[in-house]
């Protein structure tokens, strides 16, 4: 393998920006900032900035890259500074092939609970095990080393990335990488997925998709989701200084993947009256829904419509979990046939997977069942009897200055 000061040589030549700070890592073993390659693209050093480069529609609403993809890793290697130099190198070599865009590749390296209980520092960081949130779920509660978050508007590049990162030999758009996450981590698992216009209505071979979905659907459910003044800014999911009592995490996220399976085949055997009722709120029609821009507006009704109607909207519940009447929760998730079933993968950033709890339980909706006996766990409450959630599993998302092993002293 070429010598790491070669690759510095070669990407110094490329001249450009560099992202502030570097791996703090890599920083300790030299007591001094240390000069890793600079990127011939501009990043952020938030790995979940995203906003900033995304698409808007003609309400400012933004609009999530249409291909995701996330590895969820193993390590293979023992947190070292060694170690911690290869997966820095190879994340700048992605950098330096595609520019931070939907056209190029949004990504972000996150740290799993095996990793910091594998350091002893699971019960200092901000994660912890996931656990089960719903009595009438049963998911498999998972837990990784790493993840790898992967997401463009170009399918190829989330291949390719793949490829060239955990292969020996493949390059990167023409470029022969000096380091790769493969020497360091395994994949263990993999999510796929897509989010926008006309995607789900290209899947309707996957078990569960009907044939008739819209053409102009951007999600399974027929239903734009991420309205922007359903989203919560990126600055509201960032851990603020002092909100820890641990300043090792200052600047960071915390990330929940979930896989839920969906049965739309019940969904969209019902009247468009019956979806919006359960998506939104029954006081809503389908005309309403038309008229949404860049958000859904709620009064706090839903005790009232469940009383009223016997019938209560998903997104009415999962208000109740806002701050100031803000949301809590930054969405990412997408749509899913993974397996070959239809379903979505959840993903959220959240300051504190506090935040996380907190929602999924006023989506559960329990606390409306006396108000009305036909508002059940399930049926007619929300989406709660079309959903089933597969899968759980917490990570950390450091700062890009600390992604290469954060927490860990050599």
């Known amino acids: 393998m070429p010598s790491r000061r070669g690759l510095l040589g070669r990407l110094v030549a490329l001249g450009a920006a560099t992202i502030p700070g570097c791996s703090a890592v890599l920083s300790r073993r030299r007591n001094s900032p240390v000069s890793l390659p600079p990127n011939p693209h501009e990043v952020p050093d938030r790995q979940h900035a995203w906003d ?6 003609e309400h400012d609403n933004r609009q999530p890259p249409r291909h995701h993809r996330v590895l969820l890793l193993e390590l293979d290697a023992e947190p070292s500074v060694e170690a911690a130099d290869t997966v820095e190198t190879a994340m700048r070599e992605v950098e330096a092939t595609y520019e931070w865009s939907p056209e190029g590749l949004l ?8 990793y910091f209980e594998r350091i002893g520092e699971l019960s200092a960081s901000p994660i912890r095990k996931p656990e089960v949130l719903s009595r009438t779920d049963d998911p498999d509660l998972l837990s990784y080393d790493a993840a790898l978050v992967l997401a463009a508007d170009v399918p190829s590049h989330l291949v390719r990335t793949e490829t060239a990162l955990f292969s020996e030999s493949d390059s990167l758009e023409g470029r022969d990488l000096d380091a790769r996450l493969g020497e360091v981590f395994s994949i263990a698992g993999r999510r796929t997925g897509f989010h926008g216009a006309g995607l789900p209505a290209e899947h309707t071979d996957a078990e569960g998709v009907p044939n008739d979905i819209p053409q102009d659907a951007p999600m399974f459910t027929g239903f734009m989701s991420m309205r922007r003044g359903t989203q919560p800014s990126e600055d509201r999911v960032t ?10 995490f200052d600047g960071g996220t915390t990330m929940h993947l979930s896989h839920l399976s969906e049965s739309l ?8 009256e019956e979806r919006v009722a359960r998506m939104f709120s029954p006081d809503f029609s389908p005309s309403d829904i038309d008229t949404l821009t ?4 709620f009064a706090d009704s839903a005790f009232d419509h469940a009383a009223e109607f016997g019938v209560v909207g998903h997104h009415e519940k999962v208000a109740r979990a806002r701050e100031d009447g803000k949301p809590v929760i930054l969405r990412r998730d ?3 046939t993974d397996g070959g079933r239809a379903g979505v993968h959840f993903l959220s950033f959240q300051a504190s997977l506090d935040d996380f709890v907190a929602t999924r339980k006023a989506m559960n909706g329990w606390f409306l ?3 009305h006996e036909q508002v059940t766990d399930r049926k007619n409450n929300g989406l709660l009897n079309f959903i089933e959630v597969e899968s759980r599993a917490n990570f950390y998302v450091s700062p890009r200055s600390d992604r290469a092993f954060p927490a860990f002293s050599p």
Do not use: C, K, Q
């Open 52 to 57: 900033a480069v995304l698409h808007t529609d």
């Open 107 to 114: 990504h972000a390296l996150a740290w799993g609970t095996d």
């Open 239 to 248: 851990i603020d200084d002092g909100a820890l009592d641990d300043s090792r």
């Open 265 to 272: 085949d019940d969904w969209w055997a019902m009247a468009d």
């Open 294 to 297: 860049d958000t859904v507006p």
């Open 334 to 336: 997408f749509n899913t």
């Open 369 to 371: 069942r006396n108000e």
